[in-house]
């Protein structure tokens, strides 16, 4: 259980940036009220999914996502984690942010708002300023990529990442095949990521968890059949 718990933990850190002239949102083209789904599999099992609705109204954008997973021995629930995100953006920049986090039983927050000029992060160790260019790391805008320094979705905290495009491939994903961009990041964030070639919509992220498993959180598509087995 020891173990199922400290790759739990590894699981739930990420789950996600367009230049600032440009709206966040625009170059993920999710039409207003539109969802996207993702299943979180562990070693190529099925263990969580993170859903995503987005509602757009002229130039002001929210995000609303849950992010959920569970670790089962047989039918015995060892481990749970549940994040609710809420993004809120004006004009392409981040004007508040919030999570709530049930980690097995033990919750904590973050919220973000924004100053004139900064910034202003409460997070459960403390409070910190940060510039206003800085989102948090919930990875589905395409400009993540383009990030140096990001907001911990789930702690709060400042951290450094570079990424870098690493090919143009042919993504095989939930039965489907896409044209996709694959990049690189490294620093305190260590992933790979894939963004469809064409749209710019996020379609997967993939990383290795504490204890050597390989985690992957790939864009799901009705029928969503997989959530059966979650």
Not at 1 to 7: K, L, P, Q, S, V
Not at 100 to 129: E, W, Y
Not at 134 to 153: E, N
Not at 216 to 229: F, M, N, Q, T
Request: aromatic share 8%; proline share 6%; charged share 25%.
């Amino acid at each position: 259980m020891r173990i199922a718990c400290r790759m739990c933990r590894i699981l739930l850190l990420p789950v996600l940036l367009l230049p600032l002239a440009t709206p966040v949102y625009a170059a993920a083209s999710p039409a207003p009220s539109s969802k996207a789904e993702y299943v979180v599999k562990r070693s190529g099992s099925p263990i969580g999914t993170l859903k995503i609705d987005f509602k757009i109204d002229g130039n002001s954008m929210v995000a609303t996502s849950h992010y959920s997973v569970k670790v089962k021995l047989m039918a015995i629930v060892l481990y749970r984690y549940d994040k609710h995100m809420v993004e809120e953006y004006e004009d392409g920049r981040l004007i508040a942010y919030e999570t709530d986090i049930d980690d097995n039983g033990t919750k904590s927050q973050v919220r973000v708002t924004r100053n004139t000029d900064a910034l202003a992060i409460v997070h459960p160790k403390g409070m910190l300023s940060a510039p206003l260019n800085l989102l948090p790391s919930t990875y589905w805008p395409p400009a993540t990529v383009k990030q140096t320094r990001m907001i911990d979705s789930s702690d709060g905290v400042l951290i450094n990442v570079k990424t870098v495009e690493a090919a143009t491939e042919d993504l095989s994903i939930d039965g489907r095949t896409i044209s996709a961009k694959r990049y690189v990041m490294s620093g305190d964030a260590v992933r790979e990521l894939w963004y469809d070639a064409k749209s710019g919509i996020w379609l997967k992220m993939k990383f290795e968890g504490s204890d050597g498993s390989t985690i992957e959180i790939e864009r799901d598509w009705p029928p969503v059949w997989k959530r059966d087995l979650l």
